[in-house]
């Protein structure tokens, strides 16, 4: 979600009201963010890790505890979905975001 969303859905939620989603409309997944960030800094990709390998250090991490750089859970929340429906707002409020893809920027 970009900031200018938020600036732009902020005057259309204190006129109208109510509870919205506020999201993208596409959610994009860990490895395109990594393609787009990588891209803008000039950087290679880093290379990827099979699920199983994953899998398996995350396992390493339940056993030693909640301060390992990976864990089961970590590994859910990197590897699974978590999506929201931005439908109501940009159908009640007429509201409209950007591609945060398509508009990402490092400065």
Do not use: H
């Amino acid at each position: 979600l970009m900031v200018q969303d938020i600036a732009n859905l902020l005057p259309m939620l204190i006129e109208k009201g109510g509870i919205y989603n506020v999201c993208d409309s596409y959610q994009p997944s860990f490895r395109e963010l990594e393609i787009v960030i990588c891209k803008q800094l000039n950087k290679k990709l880093p290379l990827s890790i099979p699920y199983w390998f994953a899998k398996s250090m995350a396992i390493l991490g339940d056993c030693l505890g909640e301060n390992t750089p990976i864990n089961s859970l970590k590994l859910r929340k990197i590897t699974n979905s978590l999506t929201f429906s931005n439908e109501k707002a940009m159908r009640e409020l007429g509201w409209k975001p950007m591609n945060v893809l398509g508009n990402f920027q490092i400065e």
